[in-house]
């Protein structure tokens, strides 16, 4: 009913008269100030970069990324490798450091956001008071001071000791930081993962069953002890049976030399297809959603504007890879049949051993003093304090507004839900979560954010963060600008990414309102 | 002075009926503040009371404390048999025999009108999902409504709101239904729509417990008519003596205002 009256309006709409000059017409000034726009800017950044490069040039300072090749004189206190061959590599792994932070972050200060948000709110005394000055003092004391007070914490622990340490020498705690068992991943784990990734296939589906049968029957049923269940029974039969896959690497490396074989004329092709479905597909969605029953709705200018803007970047896309960077396309081959070539190695031939092997923390005597072992997972003084720092200082804020979200659904949903009556955990599930969610998600989102971008604050203590890498190849090369625009680049592309995972929980929670 | 008036005002055909709701010598306080003080007041099956009083005279209080939406602290209060203790099975019990409708209806907002109804038969009863369904739509049907199944809350007016707030009352098949000033937040057009409901239900045979302002409803369906003030039962009489002979001082004061 509504499309007819939008129909109708829009049939009035062409009809209105003369048509005003275009410099007074709103759908033609609306597109062309953005094309304008989107052209000034472009040329902006083009200006300003060539004018970078030309001081640059003038002050006889060489600038590119050629740096990253080259070789650097020092080592890194942590990461997936301490003692890399060049710049690059030194990056990379800093990169990873900061990356780990954040990830392991997140997940700990979420947690403890989330039990601390709920304590301040529960009706136990002690729990409630024990939230808020939690919340109280780590929210007004300044990162920077918190991270550096347990790494002065930390160094004021006893010395390692070569005897046992607690739990039959599972676990190590002393003034070089805390050292717990490294869990690795052994020959066979990519045959295991194989048989865990069938299993939670198949458990999904034994799980989307057992709701269904719960819809249509009204039948208690567990779900999500269904899901478990099937995924450990695959996981513990692929512990012993995953010698049998040993072949899915020649599968991969058929794939590899398949893709060295292409050309970059078929990728330009292929690419260039592709544009063009993508926007005959669009036009063509277009046009169906302004058809009605009637026959096609008129069209108006701004519609005309946008099918030509579909069309215009489909051709934008084809002059690019074909013209623009010819390069790219040699670029997609290499690095997709490098890729393959990966995977096919981690599957290579004679790859039958344990999948995971846990390791006992061991504690060596190198010098005059005992210190751990590379058996362990070692956090290590500095890792310890910028991540409980990071993790305690956001936890408070998470805590706050897990809080106000739940606060935020009105009283009258709790009483409805235990007038009903509704089970608590019902109500909580059902009722209360899904609408506090709503209001929780997008201030959770600029905490974690804000949690990511504080890893940085580690070049205060000396961890082998990103930025704490970077200035060791800034002092060593002289590429400042080089650096910081990787550090830029690296911090957006790490926000960006929380940002769509957040955006997209964000858009499916949203409630209807009219 | 208030016991005996309860127990006298019930004519000899409502006193043969079994007890619904018994109240003896009910009291609550919020701190220092008595709301209620000694209410006791029998409600029949298939009654329909109405429950009259100035604001703040802690009629919205006495009637969440039926279902436990309050916890009174002194007397006794018995559902159906069923004492409200803290024995949360009991609990438990009277929430799924009594339906309760809001002032602000207290819709869920995430959920569309058919799920608001169905939530509750679903995880409370254990029903079907499609048995839940066809239940709702017949509820819809009968509040008026059967094509806004699919529509969310807010997309609703008040009036659309508030009688899916009946349905999803009714459709745990409550054997008491509480009304807390359900016409109060509704414009006036869409009073009526709400009350015609209410009327409906009433004529069923369902034992309803109403707090409102409407006097047109008090005289025309109430069997009963409790007027409180201060947090006492004062008057307790049919729609005709308390309408055309009260006997209290307090109440000829209460009459003279709102009519």
């Known amino acids: 009913m509504s499309n007819e009256g939008a129909a109708g309006d829009v049939a009035s709409l062409s009809t209105l008269g003369t048509r005003p000059p275009f410099y007074r017409d709103a759908t033609v000034v609306k597109w062309l100030s953005q094309v304008v726009g989107l052209i000034l800017v472009l040329l902006g950044l083009f200006f300003l970069a060539s004018q970078a490069q030309n001081n640059l040039e003038a002050r006889d300072i060489a600038t590119g990324y050629d740096f990253l090749g080259t070789a650097l004189g020092s080592d890194l206190g942590s990461g997936i490798d301490t003692d890399p061959d060049t710049s690059g590599r030194a990056l990379w792994v800093g990169m990873v450091n900061t990356i780990r932070l954040a990830i392991a972050g997140i997940a700990l200060a979420t947690l403890l956001g989330v039990l601390v948000g709920v304590g301040r709110l529960s009706r136990n005394w002690i729990v409630s008071r024990t939230s808020s000055v939690f919340v109280e003092t780590l929210r ?16 004021s622990l006893p010395r390692v000791e070569t005897d046992q340490g607690p739990i039959h020498g599972w676990l190590h705690i002393s003034n070089t930081g805390v050292s717990i068992p490294r869990v690795t991943i ?33 039948q208690q049923t567990y779900p999500w002890l269904s899901l478990t269940g099937v995924v450990a029974v695959f996981a513990a039969v692929g512990w012993f049976a995953h010698p049998a896959l040993g072949w899915v690497g020649a599968i991969f490396d058929a794939i590899a030399s398949g893709v060295d074989a292409l050309t970059p004329g078929i990728v330009q092709l292929v690419i260039s297809l592709l544009a063009i479905a993508a926007a005959v597909q669009w036009i063509r969605r277009f046009l169906a959603s302004h058809r009605t029953p009637a026959g096609l709705t008129k069209l108006i200018d701004d519609d005309y504007f946008r099918i030509i803007f579909a069309a215009a970047s489909a051709v934008l896309v084809i002059l690019f890879v074909t013209l623009g960077w010819p390069g790219l396309s040699s670029w997609i081959i290499n690095s997709g049949r490098d890729l393959f070539e990966v995977i096919a190695d981690k599957f290579g031939d004679g790859r039958t051993g344990v999948p995971i092997t846990a390791y006992r923390p061991d504690i060596e005597q190198l010098g005059n003093f005992p210190n751990y072992g590379p058996a362990g997972l070692n956090l290590i003084q500095a890792l310890a304090a910028v991540y409980f720092g990071v993790v305690l200082y956001t936890a408070a804020f998470i805590a706050e507004v897990v809080r106000g979200g739940i606060l935020a659904v009105p009283k009258g949903q709790s009483e409805a839900a235990q007038a009903l009556g509704l089970r608590r955990t019902t109500m909580l599930r059902r009722v209360i979560l899904p609408q506090a969610f709503r209001v929780i998600l997008p201030p959770l989102g600029n905490q974690y954010l804000n949690l990511t971008k504080n890893t940085s604050l580690a070049i205060a203590i000396g961890y082998s963060d990103v930025v704490q890498v970077g200035q060791t190849v800034y002092n060593q090369t002289g590429k400042t600008l080089e650096v910081v625009s990787i550090w830029m680049l690296f911090y957006l592309a790490c926000s960006l990414t929380i940002s769509v995972v957040v955006n997209f929980f964000n858009v499916r929670m949203r409630i209807v309102e009219r | 002075m208030s016991i005996s008036d309860a127990t006298v005002a019930v004519s000899e055909e409502l006193a043969a009926r079994d007890d619904m709701i018994v109240c003896r010598g009910v009291d609550k306080w919020f701190g220092d503040f008595q709301a209620l003080s000694g209410i006791t007041a029998t409600i029949k099956e298939q009654e ?16 969440r404390c039926i279902n436990r939406l309050e ?8 559902v159906d048999g069923i004492e409200l203790t803290n024995d949360l099975r009991n609990i438990e019990k009277i929430r799924s025999e009594v339906g309760m409708v809001f002032q602000q209806f207290n819709l869920f907002p995430h959920l569309t009108v058919i799920d608001n109804i169905t939530l509750a038969p679903i995880w409370v009863r254990r029903k079907s999902r499609p048995e839940a369904e066809e239940q709702a739509l017949s509820l819809l049907e009968r509040v008026g409504i059967p094509e806004q199944a699919q529509k969310f809350p807010g997309q609703l007016s008040g009036g659309q709101q508030q009688r899916v707030a009946i349905a999803r009352a009714l459709a745990m098949e409550p054997r008491v239904m509480l009304f807390d000033e359900p016409t109060s937040a ?18 069923s045979g369902m034992t309803m417990m ?34 055309t002979e009260p006997a209290e001082e307090r109440t000829k004061l209460f009459l003279s205002q709102v009519l």
């Open chain 1, 140 to 155: 007004n004391i300044p990162l920077l001071v918190q991270i550096i007070l347990i790494f002065v914490v930390i160094a």
């Open chain 2, 186 to 203: 509704l414009d006036p057009e869409m009073i009526k729509e709400v009350l015609d409901v209410m009327e409906e239900l009433a004529r």
């Open chain 1, 186 to 218: 052994g020959d066979g784990f990519y045959q295991w993962i194989i048989f865990v990734i069938v299993g939670a296939a198949l458990g999904w589906q034994v799980m989307r069953r057992q709701e269904r049968r719960h819809d249509l029957t009204g």
């Open chain 2, 210 to 243: 109403v707090v409102t302002h409407e006097m047109g409803f008090a005289r025309e369906v109430a069997d009963r008519i409790i007027f409180m003030e201060e947090g006492e039962i004062v008057e307790v009489g049919t729609p005709h003596h308390f309408f």
């Open chain 2, 48 to 63: 329909i009371v109405v429950v009259l009083g100035p604001s703040g005279s802690g009629k919205s209080t006495w009637i």
């Open chain 2, 71 to 78: 916890a009174h602290q002194s007397g006794q209060i018995i």
